[in-house]
């Protein structure tokens, strides 16, 4: 059967009452968590892991959990062009021109190019998916042991080196994930590691527990310490046009807005398919080709409707390609997708090479799905941006307060144990000091849910080698991997190195470089 007709299969199987509604639940609710502030769809799967327990089939909860990670993508959007607040960090390059279109008297504009970039760049971006997933999965057949941990180090290393500010900060997150990882009885001798002689600890610390509380309950409690608590400043729609707000973009609009779909769509899948960090780096990116080659460049900073469709088409265009690495090799390129990775794994479902064999139905359920919430997505969006701006107005201590009661519930309602509350609720002390401190949540999250994976692969390594360290350079895939790898964590150095050599300020060049001084 080939691609084409596995789809087809797939839209059958999506178009049944039950998960259509599911991918209809996450699209809504997706791009709920994305209007509002601080609230990005990591928290709000974690949030939902303990509710998959009660699922029997796991197609409904993955195409949910999908709906949301990209309905959070069109989300974020209307908080960064109406409040000048991105929802998520992948929305900053937006705000930056559609927030100066609303302040001109454009929002609806620069909405309508947001929803509709998206929607064409998903559809875009599904379609490669599409027919990507079956050759990537054959190639991914033939890896060895060396190859997957080179590939899962070269993960953990490029999503440590491009997120957040400091290097080092990432890489200590890093080494406190992988620590967490490790904590529990060791598979191959039966030591415990890590349990400071807590029984209760053997068994390691339950995923679910962690993500709920290094993103949710700790994002609350920084949010909530910082006092971001009151609602901003929302720039007024302006006056619309009496059959929505498809017709709010002029002619000129569609004009400078077209190409930039398609070339943010270009750059979006790619950089989701390759361990950088998420949806940030091929949004900037989008944002900074769109502004030197722009005909209206002295527009940008003004309010350029460039600057808001490539970034939005590259945003959505990356969450189809995080799914390639997610689904073919197992491999989370993303703190969302490492959630998701867990999803699956309650399911006791393995993501990678193997899955299209073994799971053929789910995993086109899936891609079909994505067709059919874009669509939803963009009949929600177009014509509901006024519930969005009234969504705003929440008071926000009621909505972190309901936070951190549902997080309790949620964990408790499957263990029963209050000690796994408290474990949660000592992690998210742990995420939120981290926060306060600067130090990226992703790496941790990576590390824990790796590390354990990339000892097994360490090991089976060495087995096989007789204890052989070059084994790990002798595969020419492995060195190259490995290679790359150490590329990652020398290049946010490189503009600091240039700008030395030129005598210019190293302050400007550690801001190229995603990271500071340390």
Do not use: C
């Not at 002029?250 to 004009?255: E, K, M, Y």
Request: no cysteine; charged share 10%; proline share 6%.
């Amino acid at each position: 059967m080939n691609s084409f007709d596995s789809l087809l299969g797939g839209f059958a199987t999506v178009l049944s009452p039950e998960n259509l509604l599911f991918a209809l639940i996450g699209v809504t609710l997706g791009t709920l968590v994305g209007v509002l502030p601080g609230i990005g769809p990591a928290v709000t799967i974690a949030l939902l892991l303990p509710v998959t327990y009660n699922f029997e089939d796991p197609i409904p909860a993955i195409i949910m959990f999908a709906g949301i990670y990209y309905g959070a993508m069109y989300g974020g959007s209307t908080t960064a062009i109406l409040l000048n607040t991105p929802g998520e960090s992948a929305s900053v390059a937006t705000a930056l021109e559609g927030h100066e279109m609303a302040r001109r008297g454009h929002a609806r504009a620069a909405l309508a190019t947001a929803a509709i970039g998206s929607f064409v760049a998903a559809v875009i971006s599904t379609t490669l998916l599409a027919f990507v997933a079956e050759p990537m999965a054959a190639i991914a057949v033939t890896f060895r042991a060396t190859d997957y941990f080179a590939l899962m180090v070269l993960a953990l290393v490029t999503v440590t080196a491009l997120v957040g500010n400091s290097l080092v900060r990432g890489l200590l997150s890093l080494l406190l994930g992988i620590m967490i990882g490790f904590v529990g009885l060791d598979a191959v001798s039966g030591q415990s590691r890590f349990t400071f002689g807590s029984i209760s600890l053997f068994n390691g610390i339950d995923e679910v527990l962690l993500i709920i509380g290094l993103f949710a309950i700790g994002e609350t409690l920084y949010v909530l310490v910082r006092g971001r608590t009151r609602p901003g400043h929302v720039t007024p729609l302006g006056p619309g046009h009496g059959r929505g707000q498809f017709m709010s973009m002029n002619r000129d609009q569609w004009r400078r807005s077209w190409a930039p779909w398609l070339r943010g769509a270009g750059v979006g899948f790619p950089f989701g398919v390759l361990p950088s960090g998420g949806a940030e780096l091929p949004t900037f990116l989008s944002y900074s080709y769109e502004k030197h080659r722009s005909k209206g460049r002295e527009e940008f900073g003004k309010g350029a409707i460039e600057g808001v469709a490539g970034p939005e088409a590259a945003n959505n265009a990356s969450f189809s390609g995080v799914l390639v690495p997610l689904l073919t090799l197992g491999l989370p390129t993303s703190a969302t997708a490492a959630v998701m990775l867990v999803a699956f794994q309650i399911f006791n479902i393995k993501p990678g090479p193997q899955l299209l064999e073994t799971s053929p139905d789910l995993v086109w359920a899936l891609i079909a799905s994505l067709f059919v919430g874009n669509l939803a997505l963009l009949a929600i969006n177009l014509p509901l941006i006024r519930l969005w701006v009234k969504v705003l107005q929440i008071p926000r201590p009621v909505l972190y307060a309901g936070i951190l009661v549902f997080a309790g519930l949620g964990i408790y309602s499957v263990s029963g144990s209050v000690s796994d509350i408290l474990i949660a609720y000592g992690v998210g002390v742990v995420g939120f000091l981290m926060r306060q401190l600067d130090f990226p949540i992703a790496p941790a999250i990576l590390g824990a849910i790796l590390g354990p994976e990339l000892e097994n692969q360490f090991r089976r390594s060495l087995n096989i080698s007789n204890g052989d360290l070059t084994v790990f350079v002798d595969r020419p895939l492995s060195a190259t991997i490995l290679a790359i790898a150490v590329l990652a964590l020398v290049l946010p150095y490189v503009p600091k190195i240039v700008a030395r050599l030129r005598g210019k300020p190293v302050e400007t060049a550690g801001k190229l470089a995603f990271a500071d001084e340390d």
